[in-house]
């Protein structure tokens, strides 16, 4: 080999080296890197939340009851009101007989009705019409208004009210209902005849 090729090829290689060099070395600093830097990447990462969904408020026992004479009545006209639709056919409008006083049910109870194949909403939020429930919200007719009676306990875990229901072009059905536990849980029956107007 000539002298001046030996002198080129020195040169490539010191080149060669140099760059391995400075690889090396930068990876040597990306591997070394300090934990404060490592900390704020994995911060900047992004993270999905594990939150849990928010379980419902448990029902005191009268809304239990409640909501067992409500799925009583429910099972009288399951063909008609639980007829899937979109939107729904009919809205079920409910109302209570608390202390003497027709009132709505307050939110725990409204949240134990849901979800449901049609709408359940507070009394107040209906009108009845001669012989239509009319929805104050849509204008709507061709609904259902419940209204739960006063509970009475005949024992510790046996309770009767009343309970009406007026239906639009039908007007009302009311009777007598007897609610008492049942395996962990209550169920409502109909203990009187059932009046219609």
């Known amino acids: 080999m000539k002298s001046s090729d030996r002198a080129a090829y020195s040169q490539i290689t010191l080149v060669a080296v140099s760059i391995l060099a400075f690889v090396g070395c930068t990876g040597q600093q990306r591997m070394g890197d300090t934990p404060a830097a490592v ?13 849990a969904t928010p379980e ?3 029902l005191s026992k009268e809304n239990q009851v409640r909501l067992a004479v409500f799925e009583g009545w429910l099972s009288k006209y399951e063909d ?3 007829k ?3 939107p729904p056919a009919v809205t079920c409008f409910l109302l209570l007989e608390v202390d003497g006083k027709v009132t709505d049910p307050d939110d725990v109870l409204m949240e134990a009705l849901f ?4 709408l359940v909403k507070k009394g107040s ?6 012989y239509g429930v009319v929805d104050n919200e849509t204008g709507k007719a061709g609904n259902y208004l419940l209204t739960i009676g006063a509970i009475k306990w005949i024992e510790a875990d046996v309770a ?3 309970f009406e229901v007026y239906q639009s072009g039908l007007g009302a059905v009311w009777g007598p209902m007897r609610v008492h536990r049942q395996d962990g849980g209550w169920k409502a029956e109909r203990v009187g005849p059932v009046m219609r107007s």
Not at 115 to 118: G, I, T, Y
């Open 39 to 51: 900390g704020k990447e994995q911060q900047a990462q992004p993270t999905v939340s594990s939150a």
């Open 56 to 58: 419902k408020t448990p």
């Open 80 to 82: 008609e009101v639980k």
């Open 84 to 86: 899937p639709s979109s």
């Open 115 to 118: 979800p449901r194949p049609f």
């Open 125 to 130: 939020l209906c009108t009845k019409r001669g």
């Open 160 to 162: 009767e009210l009343n």
